[in-house]
């Protein structure tokens, strides 16, 4: 296993560290240590990409497993922040629906043996998504945060929209039987 793909376990390995986070430790503590944590899982995401490009091992293992982190990680956060009210749980349901429909296509394509690699549009989804989720679970109370907060989540929402829509425009010929 190359070292991308160490890093992207690793940031698998944080998702249960991050909602341990969120759950166990008393209140005024719990939400900066999961920030932390879900910026260092973040920045592994970065990081993992970076590495395989650079030294040239981009593998198989890491186009299914790094987007498979990526899911864990941000369907986590988005769920506790639904908990605490943070976020509507119908914007929620479509950011997680929309991984499960892409990580469906990912799967019908692997099996025609195409691989669908993240796209531009997919990629700022999840720069934007993390970007959110931090400024949003930070729970800034100057207007300024929160109105930015909004617009964040709708942002997100709409990139989900436009991400989706893309991939399955792009791969419309890999799912016709």
Known sequence: MNLANK???ARMFLVPIFV?????????????VAVGIFLIASLTDWLDGYLARKMNEVSNFGKYMDPL????????????????GLIFGWIVA???????????????ASDKGVVISASVWGKL???VTMVMIIEVMLEFSHPVFVVFGQILIYL???LTVISATDYIVKNLATFKD
């Open 125 to 127: 989804k999840t720069i």
């Open 69 to 84: 982190a990526d899911k864990l990680l941000v369907s986590a956060a988005l769920i506790y922040m639904v908990e605490q």
């Open 7 to 9: 890093i992207t376990m």
């Open 20 to 32: 341990a986070a969120t759950y166990i430790l008393p209140d005024s503590y719990a939400k900066y």
């Open 156 to 158: 997100a929402l709409i």
């Open 94 to 108: 479509i950011i997680i629906g929309r991984e499960f429909i892409i990580s469906g296509l990912r799967l019908v």
